[in-house]
Every structure is written in C-alpha cells, then in structure tokens.
C-alpha cells in the first residue's frame, strides 16, 4: 500500500506553506506507524514556532486576495478540489486506514462525508447573504455586510484525518479566510494529501499551510499572532480549555469541538431490532473512537434483559482486525494509552468501590460491582487490538458512565422511568450527541428536547451530515460546524 501511495504522489511527508513543501528548520522529525502493525509508514518534520510563524505570514498574505475574489471564483476552485477529493477516493481511503487503522469501507466512507464539506461549502460560498434594515431617517440607509473573519489556525485530531480538517478548511475557505491547518502528529498524512490535492485545484498558495510537530509550541504561536483572528479546535476538552484561554490574549474567535459523553436512551416502546442497530452503529464506528459515540446505553427496565442478549449477540459478530482486512468491522486503538485507558474504566466498573470525586471531598462507594457480557480484554492479535465489549450492570458514579471511553466499551445502565433517563442523562458536563430509540412521537419529541445536547438521534444511530449543523452544548464546545449555520463561524 505505502509503495501504492508513493507512486500516487498523495503520500508527502512534508509541511505545506507558501505553496512550498518544506522541512522544519532544525530537520528534526517524526515517525508516523501504522498503528495495526507499528510500521514505520514514513518521518514528518517536527516544526514549532518558527514555522508556523512562516505559514501564518504566508496565510496573511494570501488573505489579501483570497478575501478579494468573487464568491463564485472561490466557489470554483472549491468544487474542483471536491472533484479531486472524489476521484482519488481510493487513495484516500486506504491512506486514513494506514495511519488512523479505521477498516477501509469507514474510511472511504470519511471520504465522501469528508469530501462533502468542501462540495457544501462551494455551493453555500454563493448563498453568503448581508441584510438591509429599514432605516430610521429618511435620507439614511442601513447595511449589513459579512466579511471574512480573516487567517484561522485550525487544530485537528486523529479519529476522521480528512473530515475534521475539511469541515473546518471548506467553511472558512468559501467565506475568503485562509488557514494554517495541524493535524494530529498521528495522522497527518492525510491532510497532506488533502492539500497537495488544494494546490492540483488551482486554490492559490498560502491560501492552505499545514504545519505539524510539536503542537504546544504551534498552538502558542497560533495563540500568540495578532494575524490570527480565529482558532477552530477539535480535540480534547482539556486542551480546548487551554485554547480558549489563550485566545483570550489576542481576543480572538474560538469555535471548539469537544469531548462527549453520548447517552443512548432505549426505552420498552423501542422497536428492539431498531434499537440494536442503532445502538451498534452509535457506539463501534471507528472502535468506538468519536466524540459523538455512544459513551453511556441506557436501558428502561422492561426491555433490559432482552436488549442486552441481543446486542451482545450483535457485538459478538464484530470482525476484528487489520482495517485493510476484507469483512474487518474494528480496527486497532490509535496507541497503547487508548487501551490502558479503556482498561482502567473497566476494571474500575468491575471492582466493587468506586472512588469518587466529587469537587472537593472523596466519597467512597460501595456498589454492585458491573458485569462483563462480552469482551473485555484485549484481542489475541495484540498490538492495540481490544474485544469489542459489552458491561452490564453499569451504575451512575462509575468511570464508564462519567467519562468518555472512546474505545469498543458499551456499558449498560438500567432506567425505570422517562424521567430518571433524562435525568442520568443530563448529568454530565458534556452534552454534544444523544439517541433515543422509541416508537412514541410524544416521547421523541418531549425527550430530545429536554436533553442537554447539541444533536440528538431518534431511532438513528448516525448523525453527522454536512448539510445539519454539529456542535456541543455546555463543556461539549462553542460553535457549529456545517449547514448554513457552520458558515458564521468565519464571517464577521
Ligand atoms: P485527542 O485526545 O483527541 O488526541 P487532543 O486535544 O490531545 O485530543 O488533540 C487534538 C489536537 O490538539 C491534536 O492536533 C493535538 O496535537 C493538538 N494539541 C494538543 N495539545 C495542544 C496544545 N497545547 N496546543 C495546541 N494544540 C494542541
């Protein structure tokens, strides 16, 4: 595959500014592996402040006339990329498999759903519309414009390589922004050939700059710039927090994606086959790896016994292995601290106390230990291979229920009534994706709207789309990407 790649001249292991594939200026690097194999796949430049400097001149500067261009020029240039983006689909796909380890259908999968917020954005690029206010003198007239907000520095992780990056790039793009993207330093590869596709679309250089290496020392020289007007992150709420702190510096936009903590909600009225595939798609895709995963399955009393057997007996169909592997349904974790993590929430749910803190003052809990139905331990192919598990028996105060797992966990918790579902479900300070699976319209509807989050999944168990909005409530972020709506981010 890598020799494949090579010769499909989308595998760069480079940094991207000014149009320019460049080093870091001290030639230090990186090793990017495989993570279902630990193969070394190839070494990228370890840059830092100097370099990202570089690019955020270089967006600076590009911003001069990316911002002049009609929006059907940039609408143009975005659809071209979109086309290049589809016809290297295959490439694509099999470069997210190698260093993110997601089996290839999800990842061509990504490509397309990545791939349509470029196509989105070039359309929506022409729908930019200002707004005239009835004036309040006669011989005045009121205006608005929306201009581009101006260079963004955008902060990807490694669960979706392309769609974190072209949800954030196609928005700002269409509204004449330009960007200094860093990707994960475990999956920038994709992003690397996503740009190299930028340029083969004619999109100006230095309108796209990819930098990588170290992300605090990039990060603060993002912060830092006064060139810089926005951040969009997506990544962990800890280090949102951090950047939401720093951009307090420079008083600059922020847009974050945060960390989840999805509850999936099946109530006695669900359709049980419904349910259970619902259930399956929210929580394995990508071996349980999004921010909008089913983190918590919470199941209403009478429907408990027969729910669990038949998603156990679902999850236990699971194929795991290789992502390159025909059949394969779970790849590897992204690295060794995924699966000790994944780990210690399990062992924690299975001994019978529970340290809790709760702000200031530890309380220990005696409960009833959880119950392992299925899994929970790591797969005899080893690396970062782990069963797909299922935990019955889960309780409120344990790990699995407070924080995300983002691993092939599913815990179950038993509900009696709607409103304790409701109530354990809002009880978390993260609040990006719910599910609810009902044949009741009344309960759908009075449920999804008493949950504290940001989308929610009625009998569905995959959400994100580039035409709806995304995007957390409370801890869960600021912000939406995609729609209409994702397009405000990058206008003033
Ligand atoms: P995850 O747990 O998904 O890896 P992180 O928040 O650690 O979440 O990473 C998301 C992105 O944020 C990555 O590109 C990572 O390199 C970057 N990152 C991590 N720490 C910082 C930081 N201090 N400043 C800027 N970016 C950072």
Redesign the pocket.
């Not at 902060?155 to 669960?159: A, D, L, V």
């Not at 860093?182 to 330093?185: A, D, F, L, R, T």
């Given at each position: 595959v890598i020799a494949r790649l090579k010769n499909s001249g989308l595998l760069r292991s480079q940094g991207l500014i000014a149009g320019k594939w460049v080093d870091s200026h001290d030639r230090k690097t990186i090793k990017v592996c495989n993570p279902a194999t630990g193969e070394v796949i190839v070494d990228i430049p370890c840059m830092g402040q100097k370099e990202t400097n570089d690019a955020i001149s270089s967006a600076y500067e590009a911003f001069y006339s990316w911002s002049k261009l009609t929006a059907t020029e940039r609408s143009k240039y975005l659809r071209k990329w979109y086309d290049l983006l589809i016809a290297h689909k295959e490439d694509l796909g099999q470069l997210i498999t190698l260093e993110q380890g997601k089996p290839l259908k999800e990842s061509l999968g990504e490509v397309s759903y990545g791939a349509g917020f470029i196509e989105f954005s070039a359309e929506e690029a022409k729908r930019i519309y200002g707004d005239i206010i009835p004036a309040t003198l006669p011989d005045r007239r009121l205006f608005v414009l929306k201009q581009p907000v101006g260079v963004v520095g955008a902060?990807?992780?490694?669960?979706f390589p392309l769609a974190m990056i072209t949800r954030k790039v196609g928005p700002a793009l269409a509204c004449g922004c330009t960007v200094v993207i860093?990707?994960?330093?475990l999956t920038p590869l994709t992003a690397l050939a996503a740009a190299e596709l930028s340029l083969q679309a004619g999109i100006p250089p230095g309108v796209v700059n990819v930098v990588m290496g170290n992300?605090?020392d990039?990060?603060d020289a993002l912060l830092a710039s006064t060139q810089v007007r926005k951040i969009t992150f997506t990544?962990?709420t800890a280090?949102g927090k951090?950047?939401m702190a720093g951009a307090a510096g420079t008083v600059k936009r922020v847009s974050l994606e945060l960390g989840g903590n999805a509850p999936c909600i099946v109530f006695d009225d669900a359709d049980l086959d419904v349910a259970v595939k619902g259930a399956l798609a929210a929580k394995f895709r990508n071996s349980g790896q999004t921010c909008v995963c089913a983190n918590r399955v919470l199941v209403q009393e009478g429907i408990y016994e027969k729910f669990a057997n038949a998603f156990s007996k679902a999850v236990q169909n699971l194929q795991v292995g290789d992502g390159f592997t025909e059949g394969v349904a779970q790849g590897p974790l992204i690295n060794e601290a995924a699966v000790q993590k994944v780990e210690s929430f399990i062992k924690d749910a299975i001994s019978k106390v529970c340290l809790l803190s709760y702000s200031v003052e530890l309380v220990i809990a005696d409960l009833e230990g959880a119950k392992v139905l299925l899994g929970g331990k790591r797969h005899s192919l080893g690396m970062t291979f782990y069963e797909p598990t299922v935990i019955g028996d889960v309780k409120s105060e344990m790990l699995l229920s407070r924080e995300e797992v983002f691993g092939p966990v599913a815990p179950l918790l038993l509900f009696k009534t709607e409103e304790e579902a409701i109530r354990l479900a809002n009880d978390t300070n993260a609040g990006l994706a719910a599910y609810i699976f009902t044949n009741s319209i009344q309960r759908s509807w009075r449920v999804s709207e008493a949950l504290e989050y940001g989308l929610v999944g009625i009998n569905e168990g995959i959400i994100s789309t580039e035409v709806a909005p995304f995007g957390g409530v409370k801890q869960s972020g600021l912000g939406r990407e995609g729609s209409k709506y994702g397009m405000d981010e990058y206008l003033e």
């Open positions: 902060i990807t992780p490694w669960n860093k990707p994960s330093e992300a605090a990039i990060g990544g962990s280090v951090k950047l």
